[in-house]
């Protein structure tokens, strides 16, 4: 029975936009079953330019293994696909490192529209990037995990590129100058990793750090990519003005060691920036130097005004003294922060009312 005024397929005629706009929001799986809706929907399936495969799970019953699965489903999706392909997601949770993936970026880069690529292996080696994925040149957003950056003479970097996410990817410090001194436009930038990942010599500091990146907003790093460019003298206030910075996020920093401590109060009082991000790691057994503890208390930093500063939150916060100061210097210098988050690392016993001793044990239980 169709009612007067609308026809009986009200899903067909929807606005071709609203058709893709729901598929983009769909498992990938299920956005292709809707081909059997209608003509008009098939169409739209073949053509969906943003490919997300992150969400693929073996069903318990299966025989077939997860690669062949997975494979399988990608192969036929990019065989059957139809128009440019914009973004690719392929988070593999369960896979390891293997040529199929090879050829799916190979695939990719022939037709040289892709804008968007996430490779994230969970598990296993890293994946060695293949010479042809360096061939897409018109990416800005790039998101890569456990892979090996490794790129060709010929490589100039990706110009276009406007944010970049380099979760332990083994690259070396010549190859990864090289990169962002030709990405131009980056703004929003990741670099976590540990030292079987940051290979060679870094000998760069800060300031060449961030002349390369003069419209950098978003900035993460990991304990040791920080100690990376935190190379001979480490200014209280860094010369280059980075006055578009907006946020930052410093993973792992031990401020019982004087280079952590340094490098974040460099960082933290050189930018415009208006949320910071703290992860602390705490080793009781690690020894603090009398020059970290005093740091603070003897540097003289009355010259600094957050004025900016919005929002600061800290995880596996610890009773250390350079912690404490840290904080107090940091609410003393923002007028204007509205929201401070300071977790407790589990470490820490809440009880103990004894002062701040960095050398106190802590009570023996996980962390946060």
Not at 17 to 40: C, E, G, V
Not at 53 to 63: L, N
Not at 186 to 206: A, P, R, T
Not at 271 to 279: A, R
Request: overall charge neutral.
């Amino acid at each position: 029975m169709e009612v007067e005024g609308l026809p009986l397929d009200r899903i067909s005629s929807l606005p071709p936009n609203i058709i893709q706009h729901i598929l983009t929001l769909m498992p990938l799986r299920d956005a292709f079953k809707t081909s059997i809706l209608s003509q008009n929907w098939r169409y739209h399936c073949l053509h969906i330019p943003k490919l997300q495969f992150d969400d693929f799970k073996e069903p318990p019953h299966e025989t077939l293994s997860v690669k062949c699965k997975l494979f399988h489903v990608v192969y036929t999706i990019l065989l059957l696909h139809r128009g440019p392909i914009l973004s690719v997601s392929l988070a593999l949770l369960q896979l390891k490192s293997c040529c199929e993936v090879d050829q799916i970026i190979l695939h990719l880069s022939r037709d040289a529209t892709l804008k968007e690529f996430t490779l994230w292996f969970w598990t296993g080696d890293a994946h060695k990037l293949l010479s042809a994925f360096f061939k897409l040149q018109q990416l800005t957003v790039l998101n890569l995990i456990n892979c090996v950056f490794q790129p060709p003479v010929t490589f100039k970097g990706f110009s276009k590129l406007v944010k970049f996410y380099c979760i332990d990817v083994i690259i070396t410090g010549e190859v990864f100058l090289q990169l962002i001194s030709n990405c131009p436009l980056l703004n929003d930038f990741s670099l976590i990793g540990e030292e079987k990942h940051l290979l060679g010599c870094w000998n760069s500091n800060f300031v060449e750090l961030f002349e390369r990146l003069p419209l950098l907003k978003q900035l993460r790093m990991s304990c040791y990519s920080v100690k990376c460019f935190a190379t001979g003298f480490i200014p209280q206030k860094l010369p280059t003005s980075l006055v578009h910075l907006k946020y930052l996020h410093l993973r792992g920093q031990r401020f019982g060691r004087e280079v952590d401590l340094l490098s974040t109060l460099s960082l933290v009082t050189s930018c415009n920036v208006e949320t910071i991000e703290l992860e602390m790691e705490h080793k009781p057994t690690e020894a603090m130097s009398e020059t970290a503890m005093n740091l603070i208390d003897n540097q003289d930093y009355s010259y600094v005004i957050l004025d900016h500063l919005r929002a600061i939150k800290i995880r596996k916060f610890t009773k250390m003294k350079t912690g404490l100061d840290f904080v107090k210097l940091i609410l003393a210098k923002s007028p204007m922060l509205k929201k401070v988050e300071i977790y407790i690392s589990q470490l820490v016993d809440i009880h103990d009312t004894s002062d701040g001793d960095p050398h106190a044990n802590p009570v023996d239980r996980a962390t946060d």
